[in-house]
């Protein structure tokens, strides 16, 4: 379905970004993975490279902090460099540091809006340039319920992910002549490390609120990315398509 796509990922070396690469990776495309964890970014690169289809497949990772421009820049010029063409992005890059508002540290609010939210501005406005020359592309942003529902504690996290949507919707506008399709993804409580390290008390409060009655798996994200990626969702752009078990309806 892919077979041949440059792609970008942020925050590719594990979770939902990982799962991602790997699914992007089955059908055939070039990835160039982003991290701030060298160690953690050699390790997923090695993961990815064995669900190639092809041996002619390309796997890189880069080194960047995507809350920062000028890096980011330099980084997307160096893939292209490469890849001469960056077909799909996909901005997955994101952090949590939550605490009631009363207390929260302005550090806290400003990393949490950098690097989930002021990266995909980094990230589009570089990429946009190339699809637009190339009149063509697919931007898939990976927001999450609680920038449509919130989410006591994480007004921080639940600002930024409402800001990716709303992000979404408005290039979509801006991009939909030059035939560059730009989506977001809005995953419910997926089984990660951060899930996992939740108490026993909590996961099942979360439980009896998802009328499936289970966490998600970063596969079936992913699955949903290789489809707004492809050529089946020729006719989709400025959506918000939540996996979540049920939990918004």
């Given amino acids: 379905m892919l077979a041949g796509r440059k792609v970008i990922i942020t925050g590719g070396s594990s979770g939902i970004g990982k799962a991602i690469a790997i699914s992007f990776c089955k059908n055939g495309a070039d990835i160039a993975i982003f991290s701030r964890n060298e160690q953690k970014a050699k390790d997923a690169v090695l993961e990815i490279e064995k669900n190639k289809k092809n041996k002619n497949q390309k796997i890189l990772y880069k080194i960047v902090d995507v809350s920062k421009s000028q890096d980011v820049e330099k980084i997307i010029m160096e893939v292209l460099e490469d890849f001469k063409v960056i077909d799909i992005l996909v901005n997955n890059a994101g952090i949590t540091k939550d605490g009631?508002?009363?207390?929260?540290?302005?550090?806290?609010?400003?990393?949490?809006?950098?690097?989930?939210?002021?990266?995909?501005?980094?990230?589009?406005?570089?990429?946009?340039?190339?699809?637009?020359?190339?009149?063509?592309?697919?931007?898939?942003?990976?927001?999450?319920?609680?920038?449509?529902?919130?989410n006591s504690a994480q007004t921080n996290y639940a600002a930024s992910k409402a800001g990716m949507i709303g992000f979404t919707k408005s290039l979509a506008k801006e991009l939909a002549l030059k035939n560059i399709y730009v989506n977001c993804i809005a995953p419910g409580f997926i089984k990660t490390?951060?899930?996992?390290?939740?108490?026993?008390?909590?996961?099942?409060?979360?439980?009896?609120?998802?009328?499936?009655?289970?966490?998600?798996?970063?596969?079936?994200?992913?699955?949903?990315?290789?489809?707004?990626?492809?050529?089946?969702s020729s006719y989709i752009t400025g959506q918000v398509i939540t996996v979540d078990g049920g939990m918004v309806i």
């Fill in 100 to 150: 009631f508002l009363i207390k929260m540290k302005e550090e806290d609010w400003d990393s949490v809006l950098d690097i989930n939210l002021k990266s995909i501005y980094n990230t589009c406005k570089i990429v946009c340039r190339n699809m637009i020359k190339e009149r063509k592309g697919k931007i898939i942003n990976i927001s999450s319920i609680v920038g449509l529902v919130g």
């Fill in 193 to 232: 490390d951060m899930t996992g390290n939740l108490p026993d008390k909590i996961k099942q409060n979360i439980l009896n609120n998802i009328p499936m009655r289970r966490f998600g798996k970063v596969e079936e994200i992913a699955e949903v990315a290789v489809f707004l990626a492809s050529d089946m």
